[in-house]
């Protein structure tokens, strides 16, 4: 049915339309809202005898939700930002134990200087964790990711977490249409589990594993990575069969007919990249730009095919591998390994800094002239930086940077619009 | 009204069992105990823990007609009983992180719940690192949830498991690896760490309770009351290591009911937030035929003796006994 509804509720009520059996939570801005939604639907009874902890922390919350995993039981969560390192530990453990979670993540930058808004340095730093992660566009993918994030979750017997940019998608209102209770279970069958705490039949699970077996076992955990890869498309085809809509998937072109030039991006930013393409193509650039709607397992095969034709790609990311620059640009030189294709990381967003199509369009015309520097850092503004670089040189005991910034910017907050 | 029996009668604790009715016999001494912590795990020789588990273990499978899905933190008892692929786990066993077996517990109580199956009895298990340093936010969580999971800290007093270092229940004078018996003030410092039952009890949880292995028949009638009963329950059990402790694998018993006899591990159990019942101590010892035994303690008994730390142990254990009344008056049950 056809809501205009909060990206966060709609989260909710597709989780709740799962059928989970335990979900716990602990509150983090901008997560907040889905699990406030999930509290009030399970308080409602509308999920069965659906368990709703309120833990005391991120860490007891993956933890709740692994012990609820191993126990037969369909369990969720959600977080962002420094709730997800706080739960680091776990999100390895979960992985190896192949608990089939789905958590979501609301996306949100990681301090110091502490920060609530956008960008996906929290669920970048977890992208080797054994996780598969998959990265929302719209608010409707975002509910849509859940129903085949627990269905791959479950066959494959392996955590999935859905990437919703905090505040762009979780806070805001749009269309979308939340399917019935019957259309999910038809899409999703009930959880059984591969291996389950029972005292009928009692076995022992988190063994300690030496040098003998343990290379072995983290190998067969890369090669779940690569089972997911084949199964990924196969579910979104069957979603897309089943709801009539497609979402999800490994990568998800858009106008490359002809690109010389495509732009490769991960969740909300592409709705913005896509205007900002519409207006290109307008005037006449060949210009186009892949989706990454799977960051893990990485689709190498499939990228390297839809950018084969590209005589250039630019990554737009809104994370920073501090000495290095870009996380899924170089992931993307591997997938493009062997070829001559300039790659151009395009840093943007950190922290909420705004991305506008106007600073998207320079960017993307420089690049197509090979004229633009690599890293880039979108609207970065380099007086600040000159600025507090001097103050440093000058003096050791400049004082902290983030507020010498502000002092200097004579404003706080207004950067946003 | 009931008598109580008093094994002292015969002398010993040993003999004891025998004197009981059936139903009150040690699970230990039937053939269907559930033998929840089998032969041939990797313990050391002489380990408190391991026996501790057992008794523990074996007493909540008995209270819970089989029932049960334990929960364990990384620690000695993970690891001498599950190297892989062997296990010495007879009931269905679960070991997650360091820090997170009561969060773990939660999640299988809540799972179980979610299931209908209320007949599936939580434990969560660990040793005194796991559940009062690093697992203590997950623990506190689960108590003031009330999570319907019954909770059993092994204490030897230290990390043994990574080589003895100190941890938040090292009694102060201990030498550990982190507090090593050099300097002016040799062994842990004065005036440290926590104490997790009283903690626990102010959750006001419904049951709290510390036992050692120095009574076994009191750790299973702990064990097995708090099976009786929902919500979130905490049994602290006294367990020395001859490892760490420095001990002879063979003193293991002697010096736990050292501890106990000398004030140091008072046994009460607690309901609702108030103490309900304490063991009275037999035969008061000093606390130094306690430390004696123990090479951690040694740098106390060089020439000349630290008195002074001595005494201020003495006094440790002096207060326990006031504050809980383990001495009974003559005549007094």
Not at chain 1, 42 to 71: D, P, T
Not at chain 1, 239 to 255: D, I, K, N, Q, T
Not at chain 2, 77 to 90: A, G, I, N, R
Request: with cysteine; charged share 20%; net charge negative.
């Amino acid at each position: 049915m056809l809501q205009q509804i909060e990206g966060s509720q709609a989260i909710a009520q597709a989780v709740a339309l799962c059928r989970p059996e335990v979900i716990c939570a602990y509150p983090i801005t901008p997560q907040t809202h889905i699990v406030e939604g999930l509290s009030e639907i399970v308080r409602e009874g509308r999920i069965g005898n659906c368990q709703f902890l309120n833990v005391e922390s991120e860490f007891a919350a993956l933890s709740v939700a692994i012990g609820a995993s191993a126990a037969g039981a369909r369990a969720y969560t959600a977080t962002s930002s420094q709730g997800l390192l706080f739960m680091a530990e776990a999100v390895y453990n979960a992985a190896g134990l192949g608990l089939p979670i789905v958590m979501t993540i609301g996306n949100r930058a990681i301090g110091a200087p502490i920060n609530i808004w956008n960008d996906h340095s929290d669920s970048m730093s977890m992208r080797d964790s054994g996780w598969v992660q998959l990265y929302a566009e719209t608010n409707q993918e975002a509910a849509d990711l859940h129903f085949q994030a627990f269905r791959l979750a479950e066959e494959l017997s392996m955590p999935v977490m859905v990437c919703v940019d905090g505040f762009i998608l979780t806070h805001a209102y749009e269309q979308v249409d939340v399917p019935s209770q019957a259309e999910v279970d038809a899409y999703l069958p009930p959880f059984e589990p591969v291996q389950v705490l029972d005292p009928a039949d009692p076995v022992s699970i988190g063994a300690m594993v030496g040098p003998e077996a343990f290379f072995e076992v983290r190998y067969l955990a890369h090669h779940k990575q690569l089972q997911a890869l084949e199964m990924i498309p196969r579910l979104a085809g069957a979603f897309a069969r089943a709801f009539g809509r497609e979402s999800g998937g490994l990568v998800v072109p858009y106008r490359t007919e002809g690109a010389k030039t495509v732009i490769v991006a991960l969740g909300s930013v592409v709705g913005t990249i896509k205007d900002t393409i519409d207006e290109m193509r307008a005037e006449g650039t060949e210009i186009g730009a892949v989706k990454l709607a799977t960051f893990r397992p990485f689709p190498l095969a499939e990228l390297r095919a839809a950018l084969i034709e590209a005589e250039r790609v630019v990554v737009l990311e809104k994370a920073l591998a501090a000495g290095l620059g870009g996380i899924a640009a170089s992931n993307v030189r591997m997938a493009l390994r062997g070829l001559s294709t300039p790659v151009y990381t395009v840093i943007a967003g950190l922290g909420g800094r705004v991305i506008p199509t106007t600073s998207l369009k320079r960017a993307f015309a420089e690049a197509h002239a090979d004229r633009i520097d690599d890293p880039h850092f979108l609207d970065l503004d380099w007086k600040v930086i000159d600025k507090e670089l001097a103050r440093a040189k000058e003096r050791r005991r400049s004082g902290p940077i983030a507020e010498n910034i502000l002092r200097g910017l004579g404003l706080v907050g207004q950067k946003l619009f | 009204m009931t008598q109580r029996i008093k094994f002292y009668q015969t002398g010993t604790f040993t003999v004891g069992n025998r004197l009981l009715d059936a139903e009150r016999r040690t699970v230990q001494a039937t053939v269907d105990r559930s033998n929840s912590l089998t032969s041939g795990h990797r313990a050391c020789q002489g380990c408190g823990e391991a026996l501790g588990a057992r008794y523990a273990v074996d007493a909540a499978m008995r209270a819970a007609n089989g029932q049960v899905i334990a929960v364990n933190a990384t620690g000695c008892l993970e690891v001498f009983s599950t190297p892989y692929p062997e296990t010495s786990w007879q009931v269905p066993w679960f070991h997650s992180l360091f820090g997170n077996a009561p969060a773990v517990a939660s999640g299988v109580a809540a799972a179980m719940r979610a299931k209908g199956r209320t007949d599936v009895r939580v434990i969560g298990q660990g040793g005194d690192g796991g559940t009062v340093d690093i697992g203590f936010g997950c623990l506190s969580g689960m108590f003031e949830r009330n999570d319907d999971v019954l909770y059993l800290c092994y204490d030897n007093e230290a990390y043994m498991n990574t080589g003895v270092q100190r941890s938040g229940r090292t009694p102060p004078g201990a030498r550990t690896a982190t507090t090593p018996a050099v300097g002016n003030k040799p062994g842990a410092e004065f005036g440290q760490g926590k104490n997790p039952a009283l903690i626990a009890m102010a959750h006001n949880i419904p049951y709290v309770a510390t036992a050692s292995i120095a009574d076994l028949h009191d750790l299973e009638a702990k064990v097995t009351k708090a099976m009786a009963i929902e919500g979130s329950r905490y049994v602290h059990i006294h367990v020395p290591c001859p490892l760490g402790w420095g001990s002879l694998p063979r003193d293991t018993m002697r010096i736990a009911r050292l501890a106990v006899e000398s004030g140091l591990f008072p046994l009460f159990e607690a309901e609702h937030g108030e103490v309900t019942d304490v063991t009275p101590i037999r035969r008061k010892v000093p606390v130094d035929e306690y430390l004696k035994p123990q090479r951690r303690f040694a740098h106390l008994f060089r020439q000349p003796p630290d008195r002074e730390s001595i005494s201020a142990i003495q006094a440790i254990a002096d207060r326990n006994i006031a504050k809980f009344g383990l001495l009974r008056q003559e005549g007094e049950v």
